[in-house]
């Protein structure tokens, strides 16, 4: 726990199940790295370049992913509560199942992404682009949405019916 990784290059780097606990990964290269069942509280990847990363069924509290980039992460099942995704591209990726809660994607990107089932409550989507997202059974309970882009968005609270946005959108 606490390494320094920052500005290192870890394409590919196999960190699954790892305790990743106030790593430093700031400005890194973690490319295809796979950090699936990593525990990764108090993880810093501001400015990371996060393509493709495998963050399957991870865990963490009040990671940073404030200016990540790269899109395309594989988050299915993960748990990431009270982190920072300010400015972060979490485009085309994958968060079926995933639960993170008390998050601020202020920002962010989120195009294309498969966000099904997954649980947003009370986070915050100030500027955001979702366009092009799929949201079926996504609960977006106690959310704050500002500024949202949602063209194209599918899915919705109700499986296999026009798309329903929360009522507060």
């Known amino acids: 726990p606490g390494v320094n990784w920052s500005t290192c290059d870890l394409t590919g780097a196999n960190l699954a199940s ?11 290269t973690l490319t295809d ?22 963050l ?10 404030n200016y990540a980039t790269g899109g395309q992460w594989g988050a299915m099942l993960a748990t990431l509560n009270d982190c920072d995704f300010d400015h ?7 968060l079926q199942d995933a639960t993170i809660q008390n998050a601020n994607f202020n920002f962010g990107t989120l195009i294309g992404s498969t966000l099904d ?3 947003f409550n ?5 500027s955001t682009l979702l366009s092009a997202a799929n949201i079926d059974l996504t609960n977006f309970t106690n ?3 500002s500024a949202v ?3 194209g968005m599918t899915g919705g609270t109700d499986l296999g019916k026009e798309p329903t946005l929360p009522a507060d959108w």
């Open 149 to 151: 882009s949602a063209r």
């Open 56 to 65: 399957g069924s991870a865990t963490g509290t009040g990671a940073a992913f």
């Open 88 to 94: 972060a591209n979490v485009a085309y990726s994958s």
């Open 117 to 119: 089932r997954a649980e």
């Open 122 to 126: 009370n986070s915050t989507f100030a």
């Open 18 to 28: 790892q305790d990743l606990t106030g790593a430093q990964f700031v400005n890194a």
């Open 33 to 54: 790295a796979n950090l699936t069942g990593a525990t990764i509280s108090g993880a810093n990847f501001t400015g990371a370049n996060l393509l493709r990363v495998a």
């Open 143 to 145: 959310v704050t949405f």
